[in-house]
């Protein structure tokens, strides 16, 4: 099971705006919601995801509960070379994740 | 002058007076838009926010920022912060960009607790800050009850 899904287009030209779209499956667990039992759910949320392209920092998201259930994130990457664009994202609970080796074909 | 004459033109001096203020926006005693700003004037302008005017369910609204910027190494944007004024989280999220960032826009999805004004503060290279404000009404707020 895979926790996240990158698109990207196939292949760019060099020095293209690259649409880049990521999705990832987390609750975002707000902190103040409660179960059918009543009781309080503790909080759950990335807090933050840093992606970079060829191991320099594109975008980093310093997020909250504030963000909705499975975040989504649109963004444009200016691809100049044939490189990895790396996903690296972590929660409340210190779990990270990560979703990378994904090549920017220029 | 007449009244009506006076009232008329009150009203149409109302909405220039606010256009181009700095800190038309935002509020400069608030802490936590002094933690991005470090007390320096939020300027309206530059920056667009896009959300729905009426959204049916608050747990997720589609949003975009989008700052008008070159994006060059001598002039870009570095960060932009989404602050709730209804959310028990304001400060809903931070984004800071780097030099491969193609253009100062994104798109995600934000949480929201009922009808309230959303803020997008973007910070730039040259330490200037550039803010817009929506007004949205949410249907059915992201379930915060108790």
Same mark, same amino acid.
């Given at each position: 099971?895979?926790?996240?899904?990158?698109?990207?287009?196939?292949?760019?030209?060099?020095?293209e705006?690259?649409?880049?779209?990521?999705?990832?499956?987390?609750?975002m667990?707000?902190?103040?919601?409660?179960?059918?039992?009543?009781?309080?759910?503790?909080?759950?949320?990335?807090?933050?995801?840093?992606?970079?392209?060829?191991?320099?920092?594109?975008?980093?998201?310093?997020?909250?509960?504030?963000?909705?259930?499975?975040?989504?994130?649109?963004?444009?990457l200016?691809?100049?070379?044939?490189?990895?664009?790396?996903?690296?994202?972590?929660?409340?609970?210190?779990?990270?994740?990560?979703?990378?080796?994904?090549?920017?074909?220029v | 002058?007449?009244?009506?004459?006076?009232?008329?033109?009150?009203?149409?001096?109302?909405?220039l007076?606010a256009?181009?203020?700095?800190?038309?926006?935002?509020?400069?005693?608030d %802490?936590?838009?002094?933690?991005?700003?470090?007390?320096?004037?939020?300027?309206p302008?530059?920056?667009?926010?896009?959300?729905?005017?009426i959204?049916d369910?608050?747990?997720?609204? %589609?949003?975009?920022?989008?700052?008008?910027?070159p994006m060059?190494?001598?002039?870009?944007?570095?960060?932009?912060?989404?602050i709730?004024?209804?959310?028990?989280?304001?400060?809903?999220?931070?984004?800071?960009?780097?030099?491969h960032?193609?253009r100062?826009?994104?798109?995600?999805?934000?949480?929201?607790?009922?009808?309230?004004?959303?803020?997008?503060?973007?910070?730039?290279?040259?330490?200037?800050?550039?803010?817009?404000?929506v007004?949205?009404e949410?249907?059915e707020?992201?379930?915060?009850e108790?």
């Open positions: 099971m895979s926790l996240a899904r990158i698109q990207l287009p196939d292949q760019a030209a060099r020095g705006a690259v649409e880049v779209r990521i999705s990832i499956r987390h609750p667990e707000t902190g103040f919601r409660r179960d059918e039992g009543g009781v309080r759910q503790r909080r759950n949320a990335i807090v933050a995801l840093v992606c970079r392209y060829r191991g320099t920092e594109v975008f980093r998201a310093i997020t909250s509960p504030g963000i909705a259930a499975n975040p989504t994130l649109r963004f444009y200016r691809a100049d070379r044939t490189g990895d664009l790396d996903f690296w994202w972590i929660d409340d609970d210190n779990i990270a994740g990560t979703a990378s080796a994904v090549r920017v074909v | 002058m007449k009244r009506r004459r006076f009232i008329e033109m009150s009203l149409l001096a109302l909405p007076s256009r181009g203020q700095a800190n038309a926006h935002v509020s400069t005693i %802490p936590l838009v002094r933690s991005f700003t470090n007390g320096r004037d939020v300027l302008g530059k920056v667009t926010l896009v959300l729905p005017k959204a369910n608050g747990n997720s609204v %589609p949003v975009t920022v989008k700052v008008d910027s060059s190494a001598a002039d870009h944007v570095r960060s932009v912060h989404l709730s004024e209804k959310n028990p989280v304001r400060d809903m999220a931070s984004f800071y960009f780097g030099p960032l193609a100062a826009e994104f798109t995600t999805r934000l949480r929201l607790n009922g009808s309230q004004r959303v803020v997008a503060i973007a910070g730039l290279s040259d330490g200037s800050f550039w803010s817009d404000v007004q949205i949410v249907r707020a992201a379930c915060t108790d």
